[in-house]
């Protein structure tokens, strides 16, 4: 025993002499590597680049006179192609904007082949990761900010493809929770697996009014680092700093930048001051789904619609993700019409969405036009051939796909496309052959993957099974991909494995209760169809534990507990429910069979039916009544004016003798209107009778009801 608690302590004294150098205390990341370390564990070296040309820098004066004249006070920044340093932590808790370093190479090896792809170099980009070893709350805008950002502004140079942050996504966990630290050892290791060239990783910590950024950009394929600086950026600024950190990337990956690239660079694309809101609301939307994109993309229209280009590059995104296919195109093209003869990337995301939206001939203009371009003319061909497999021409997708590998070379990620492909035309040993070569290739399959073939393989029919192996595949570590359960629960239900199929139910609501509390009803329906009644009131019980309403779900519960002898949660879960609700009938027979004595006002359909109809008669001749009563008071009112009229003009012009002759006749007409003055008020009376009538028809029985 003596020696079990020697060899504790001996370890702990090890593990905390670790992260202890020159009685200085290095902030650890989740995997236990110094913040500053990490390039020598991992075998980046570092490189003195080649000093780009002067026609390389990206001038600030291209930025507005406004934004120049406030960059120079609002950042400052710093910069070096050594990684040496000072042993000093990169955040100290200071403003310091210098650093220092010394090279050391590691005998780190890359733990998967090199993975090999055609097509121009691709860059992953990090969330920028939160400093300070402690919880954030207020200042995670920053982050979601930044790096929408950065992958708008660097997915624009030349002879560069940036990873979309749905596929990063799909390959790290928490990935969107910002909440969470994403370590640099999950973003080297999928920048890898993803086949990426260059890694540019962020962290940063607020300091008041200002935000520090430290910048790390490395070639994972060479293991090297090219440049790691400071940038500390005013937060009333915000967009000038994080233009100086695309600037230095830039011009560290890309040669010589075209003058109309450097403008676009230059360019403001905040367009809004409600940048933190913006920023807000990307965190808000968490992983990415289907539910979580529709429920966000109001709010992402809200700030587009502010004419902000960078709102509407995240929005164009989020109605994808949302399969709202035409919103996404219409912001899209906005994008292209402001930005397009620079930044031909956009054209290619366009055909994406017109593809996803089953436009396919204006998806094929799009991947015509960009494939123009010499650096995307293999991404386009092989979005063309995804068009073509969209259509459902499989043989001229593979066609296409075949090509592409004779043109650029052999690609992972084009065999994987290739085996999507021969599972539509049911040729499932192909497909694995070509999962096969993907592998050997160095492609490994992420989340989204299995997804995609799930999907394949489900749209077979025949089969179910390597699509549910499939989509359990996509549920990640976590078991949180919401998609891949929704899939699930429909291909069980399919299958008529109900039980299944409310397991994934429950899972779903686990994941967001508020969104799929009416998945839990059911899960519950489908276990009582299938005689599991234990988990049935565990569905039950959990919804009600979340404070969430339903009467179904009360009574169904209660059914449940007066079967087990429960009768008195039985009686509590049912009591406060309307009894003559549709559900008024199983709510007596609870207070039958537990022997609860309370008045209960049930009605019978059939009363019910009956009742309904005696209003509807009662409520009819009332309003034939005011209206028959009306018309005809209206009419002999009429009448009255017209015979009085006459009996106002009845003397003039004429004799005596003419007059003595018509007193008859004056006689007459004194009486019409006497009688027709006697109807009309007796119209009128009506009328209102047959108003009061229908008054009542309406509020008495509101007022029976409700007593």
């Known amino acids: 025993m003596k020696f079990i608690y020697a060899f504790q302590l001996t370890l702990l004294l090890g593990i905390t002499s670790i992260s202890m ?29 080649s000093q780009p040309s002067s026609s390389t820098t990206v001038n600030s004066s291209a930025q507005s006179d406004s934004k ?24 100290s808790g200071e403003s310091s904007s210098t650093t220092s ?53 660097l997915g624009a140079l030349p002879g560069i493809q940036v990873i979309s942050s749905e596929k990063v996504a799909n390959n790290i966990q928490n990935f969107r929770d910002f909440t969470r630290r994403v370590s640099r050892t999950t973003y080297i290791e999928t920048a890898r697996k993803l086949g990426a060239t260059y890694l540019f990783y962020q962290e940063y910590e607020p300091q008041g009014k200002s935000v520090k950024f430290e910048l790390e950009l490395y070639s994972v394929t060479d293991n ?14 915000l967009e000038a700093g994080l233009y100086n950190c695309v600037n230095e990337v830039a011009v560290t990956v ?73 919103k996404a195109v219409k912001y899209q093209q906005e994008l292209i019409n402001q930005f397009g003869s620079s930044y031909p990337a956009l054209y290619l995301q366009l055909a994406a969405y017109y593809r996803l939206g089953d436009q396919f001939n204006d998806a094929l203009d799009a991947a015509e036009h960009i494939k123009r371009t010499p650096y995307l003319e293999l991404p386009a061909s092989i979005e063309i051939a995804s068009i073509s497999e969209a259509k459902g021409d499989l043989k001229r997708a593979q066609s296409e796909y075949l090509s592409v590998l004779k043109k650029g ?45 799930g999907l394949r393989y489900a749209e077979l029919g025949s089969a179910n099974d390597k699509a549910i192996e499939s989509f359990k595949n996509s549920l990640g570590i976590q078991q949180d991909n919401e998609d891949a359960w929704i ?51 565990a569905a039950y019980d959990l919804f009600l534990a979340r404070k969430f309403t339903n009467p179904e779900v009360s009574i169904r519960l209660a059914k449940i507990e007066q079967q087990k002898g429960n009768c008195t949660r039985a009686v509590q879960l049912v009591q406060t429910l309307d009894t003559n609700s549709s559900f008024g009938y199983d709510i007596k027979d609870i207070f039958q069979k537990c022997n609860y004595k309370v008045r209960i006002a049930v009605r ?98 509101i007022i029976v009801s409700k007593k």
């Open 101 to 153: 370093s010394s090279s050391t190479k590691s005998s780190y090896q890359p733990v998967t082949a090199a993975v090999k792809k055609a097509g121009p170099p691709l860059m992953l980009i990090s969330r920028p990761v939160y400093a300070p070893y402690s919880t954030e709350t207020k200042t995670m805008y920053i982050s979601a900010i930044a790096e929408a950002y950065f992958h708008f502004k």
């Open 409 to 453: 070379g052999e690609d992972g990620e084009i065999y994987f496309q290739l085996a999507l492909v021969s599972i539509g035309l049911n040729n499932l040993s192909q497909a694995d052959n070509y999962i096969a070569q993907a592998a050997r290739a160095g492609r490994e399959l992420d989340r989204g993957d299995y997804y995609n073939l």
């Open 254 to 326: 890309v040669d010589k930048i075209p003058s109309d690239i450097q403008k676009l660079l230059a360019e403001n694309i905040f367009g809004i001051k409600s940048i933190e809101q913006l920023g807000n609301q990307i965190v808000s939307e968490g992983e990415y789904s289907k539910k979580r994109s529709e429920a966000a993309v109001a709010g992402y229209e809200k700030f587009a619609s502010q004419q902000s280009p960078l709102a509407k590059y995240i929005a164009a995104a989020a109605f994808s993700r949302a399969h709202n296919y035409t």
């Open 487 to 537: 899939q699930l629960a429909e291909l069980y239900t399919k299958m008529k494995r109900d039980a299944d199929a409310a397991e994934c139910y429950v899972s779903l609501f686990q994941i967001n209760n508020a969104v799929y509390q009416d998945n839990l009803l059911k899960a519950g329906l489908l276990y009582e169809s299938q005689g599991l009644t234990e988990k049935a009131k």
């Open 21 to 49: 150098v020159g009685n200085q205390i290095f902030a650890q990341d989740d995997f236990d590597l110094g913040a500053d370390e990490w390039p020598d564990d991992f075998g980046l070296e570092s490189t003195e680049p």
């Open 224 to 237: 090297k680092k090219l440049f790691s600086g400071t940038q500390n950026i005013s937060l009333s600024d």
């Open 604 to 701: 019978n359909e059939d009363a019910r039916n009956n009742k309904w109809l005696g209003k509807f008669m009662w409520r009819a001749i009332s309003t034939v009544v005011t209206l028959g009563g009306a018309g005809l008071g209206y009419y002999f009112d009429m009448q009255v004016k017209d015979d009085y009229d006459i009996y106002k003009t009845w003397g003039k012009g004429k004799t005596a003798d003419k007059l003595t002759q018509n007193v008859e006749g004056v006689r007459l007409l004194h009486d019409n209107i006497e009688n027709n003055q006697k109807l009309r008020n007796l119209s009128y009376l009506g009328a209102g009778a047959g108003l009061a009538s229908l008054s009542l028809s309406i509020a008495l029985p």
């Open 68 to 91: 120049s004249s406030s960059t120079s006070g609002s950042t400052t920044s710093t910069y070096s192609n050594s990684d040496s340093y000072s042993g000093e932590s990169s955040y």
